[in-house]
Antibody, heavy 122, light 106 residues
């Protein structure tokens, strides 16, 4: 079964750091670009970051640039999001998502994890 | 940055109704548009990609059309399982989602 499972969410104080993980299974992880998408409570979806299959291409939303770092370990079938200098407005459910077609960066997202909640509050 | 605007924000409809949701891009995105369905507490589900291609396993009552800056998602006959929030997403230049359209029971 094709699956993505996020972990690492929790409660953190403003200015703090958190590292999210996404474990992939059931497909050739190293062939797909991956993304992080977040959703604040009661709000819509916001794309956060993207990484190509070989980590050659990395993109960030302006709202997180300079604070968040996306990475992947193809040997471990895992995607990561290092979040530093966290703010209250970063509070959201964070989803990892796979692109539809192998070796393509700019594509729709066909497989999503269940999400992990990040709460930034003092 | 490309902005995506959906209308309406909320739509009240009955089972069996034909439903249309519109998504407009602030500049041309060719056909690089996807539609997602999201139910409360769940991850989004891909319905349509490349403006009009139906994702595998998605019922044929869902269809997408449009190109350039104006796109539509149509549900030909609304079913009880279709009450949810729908999002468009452009992937012509990075990724941007519309603000969502909630389809609720009339």
């Amino acid at each position: 079964e094709v699956q993505l499972v996020e972990s690492g969410g929790g409660l953190v104080k403003p200015g703090g750091s958190l590292r999210l993980s996404c474990a992939a299974s059931g497909f050739t992880f190293s062939s797909y670009s991956m993304n992080w998408v977040r959703q604040a409570p009661g709000k819509g979806l916001e794309w956060v970051s993207s990484i190509s299959s070989s980590s050659s291409y990395i993109y960030y939303a302006d709202s997180v640039k300079g604070r968040f770092t996306i990475s992947r370990d193809n040997a471990k079938n895992s995607l990561y999001l290092q979040m530093n200098s966290l703010r209250a407005e970063d509070t959201a459910v964070y989803y990892c998502a796979r692109v539809l077609i192998t070796m393509i960066v700019a594509d729709a997202f066909d497989i999503w994890g269940q999400g992990t909640m990040v709460t930034v509050s003092s | 940055d490309i902005q995506m605007t959906q209308s309406p924000s909320t739509l009240s409809a009955s089972v069996g109704d034909r439903v249309t949701i519109t998504c407009r891009a602030s500049q041309s995105i060719s056909s690089w548009l996807a539609w997602y369905q999201q139910k409360p507490g769940k991850a989004p589900k891909l319905l349509i990609y490349k403006a009009s291609s139906l994702e595998s396993g998605v019922p044929s009552r869902f269809s997408g059309s449009g190109s350039g800056t104006e796109f539509t998602l149509t549900i030909s006959s609304l079913q009880p399982d279709d009450f949810a929030t729908y999002y468009c997403q452009q992937y012509n230049s990075l990724w941007t989602f519309g603000q969502g359209t909630k389809v609720e029971i009339k």
